[in-house]
C-alpha cells in the first residue's frame, strides 16, 4: 500500500509534466515545496521497507526524522497554499475557498494523523494505520493531477476527497478479511480525517470563509479570479 499511494502521487505530478501543465520554470517556493514532500515520500517508504527486512533498529533511528520532517511539511504546505491562492487562486476547477481553507484544514489534519501514529510506535497496529491514514491524505494532490477534475466541477474538490478514502478503505476490508474486524485505528483516523473535510467545507462556505478567503488575496493577482471554480474560454484537457 505504501508504494501504490507514493506512485499515484508520483504519477499524478509526472502525468502534468509530460502533458506540458507544469514545468520546474516555477517559483523557488514551489521547487522547496516539492523537495520537502517528495523526500518524505522517501522516508515513508524506507520506514516500510527496513521493517519488512526485519531491520528495526535503523527502522526506529530513521523513524525519529518524522517528529522533525512533519511540521517541515505542514510549515511548507501552508506557504506554497498562500503562494498559489494569491499568485493565480488556485486551480480553477476548485472553489478558491476550498482551496485555501480545506486544504490547509487537510494539511493540518495530516500532521495531527502524522504525530499520533509516532506517539503510538510501541502499538503497530496503531502505529501502521494511523500513518497509512495520514499518508492517504497526501494522496490528494497526485490523485487530484490523475482525475478529470475539470468534468468534475462543481464536485472536483469533494471528489479528489472521497478518491483519497479508497486506501483506508481497502485496508479496512484487508483486516475484515483477515482479522474478521476493522481494527479500531482505521475507524479513528478515517473518521478524522472525513470530520476534518466536513468541518472545513462548512467554514469554507460559511461567511467567514468568503471573509477569509477575501483577506488573503486582497490586493494580489488572486483576487481578481472568480470565487467559485470555472474553465477559461478556450480552455481543453
Request: glycine letters at 10%.
Amino acid at each position: 500500500m505504501a508504494f501504490v499511494m507514493s506512485a499515484v502521487i508520483i504519477a499524478g505530478f509526472s502525468l502534468n509534466l509530460a502533458m506540458g501543465r507544469s514545468s520546474f520554470d516555477a517559483p523557488l517556493a514551489y521547487h522547496v515545496h516539492g523537495v520537502i514532500f517528495m523526500s518524505w515520500i522517501g522516508l515513508y517508504l524506507a520506514q516500510h521497507v527496513t521493517m519488512a527486512a526485519g531491520n528495526r533498529a535503523l527502522h526506529i533511528s530513521l523513524g525519529k526524522l518524522a517528529y522533525l520532517w512533519i511540521p517541515v511539511m505542514v510549515a511548507a504546505g501552508c506557504m506554497i497554499i498562500l503562494v498559489s491562492v494569491r499568485a493565480t487562486g488556485g486551480p480553477v476547477f476548485f472553489d478558491k475557498k476550498e482551496f485555501l481553507i480545506s486544504n490547509t484544514a487537510l494539511l493540518l489534519c495530516f500532521g495531527g494523523l502524522g504525530f499520533w501514529a509516532l506517539r503510538q510506535r510501541r502499538y503497530t497496529g496503531w502505529h501502521r494505520r494511523l500513518m497509512l491514514v495520514a499518508m492517504a491524505v497526501l494522496t490528494g494532490p497526485g490523485l487530484g493531477r490523475l482525475l478529470p477534475l475539470p468534468l468534475m466541477i462543481p464536485w472536483a474538490w469533494t471528489a479528489t476527497f472521497l478518491a483519497t478514502l479508497a486506501f483506508p478503505v481497502i485496508g479496512m476490508a484487508y483486516d475484515l478479511r483477515r482479522q474478521g474486524r476493522v481494527h479500531p485505528a482505521y475507524w479513528w483516523g478515517t473518521g478524522i480525517y472525513a470530520a476534518v473535510f466536513a468541518g472545513s467545507m462548512l467554514l469554507a462556505y460559511s461567511p467567514i470563509g468568503y471573509a477569509l478567503t477575501e483577506w488573503v488575496v486582497v490586493g494580489t493577482p488572486g483576487a481578481a479570479r472568480p470565487m467559485e471554480a470555472f474553465l477559461p474560454p478556450g480552455f481543453s484537457m
